[in-house]
């Protein structure tokens, strides 16, 4: 059985029971709020390992819970919400969602999803047997402990969130490579990559805010036009 546990915020009790209930059966210890300041509080008085949000909720929506939970942890975060546009996911994704699911929903994917994103948290909080021999990266003043997960630009800590940490850390350990969106994301979200998607390009553009001097003009993240994105030794 699964001892992490996931916090569900939906205004809906339909849709909280409904995800609830088929956490349970996949071994989840489940918190449950309906509104976005019962989720701040429960965030800060549990320990939690996930979070399903939706966006349009009561006193506190999604998009503002997320930035807030955002300034002091970096569980993985999916928003779950009817609100389908493209320009809805990029606001989502850009507060610092590690994914985002339309509701109606696949119970089976969001199931999908949610062990996805606790796989790789759990991965990146050190919960693994494997050991990298070479925990140090250096390259142009960006510097990785994979060990720690520290990432350090010309010795300042950036705060990154599991997902963006792991597309440095793709394009880190494989410098001067050019990598195609499609495979940033079919590598990083483990799911096959759909013409418009745009979830790299959001999540790419966010690690810039965090990293680079002039986010307009990258020198550690670079663009290849029409290709894809690299970091140079």
């Known amino acids: 059985m699964s001892s992490e546990k996931i916090l569900v915020v939906d205004d809906d009790k339909e ?15 489940i918190l449950k709020a309906c509104n976005g300041e019962e989720a701040l509080k429960l965030v800060e008085s549990t320990d939690i390992q996930l979070i399903i949000l939706d966006i349009m909720m009561p006193k506190v929506d999604g998009t503002e819970v997320c930035r807030r939970v955002r300034m002091t942890k970096n569980i993985p975060i999916i928003i779950l919400s009817a609100k389908s546009s493209e320009i809805d996911k990029v ?11 339309i509701k109606p ?3 089976v994917e969001l199931m ?3 062990k996805a994103q606790l796989r790789r948290y759990m991965y990146l909080s050190g919960n693994n047997n494997e050991k990298s021999k070479d925990t140090l990266i250096n390259l142009n003043g960006l510097q990785i402990n994979k060990e720690t997960f520290e990432v350090k630009v010309y010795g300042k800590e ?6 963006e940490y792991e597309i440095v850390l793709l394009m880190a350990e494989n410098p001067n490579r050019v990598f195609p969106l499609e495979e940033i994301f079919e590598r990083v979200w483990k799911e096959k990559y759909f013409q418009g998607n745009n979830t790299v390009m959001v999540h790419i553009a966010r690690i810039r805010e965090k990293l680079e001097e002039n986010p307009r003009e990258p020198k550690i993240i670079k663009t290849v036009w029409g290709v894809g994105y690299k970091i140079e030794s």
């Open 15 to 29: 849709i909280l029971n409904l995800v609830g209930f088929n956490l349970k059966n996949e071994g989840y210890s």
């Open 158 to 163: 950036i705060n990154l969130t599991k997902t």
């Open 91 to 101: 606001i989502g994704l850009s507060t610092g969602a590690d994914d985002y699911v």
């Open 112 to 114: 999908a999803r949610v």
């Open 105 to 107: 929903f696949s119970t």
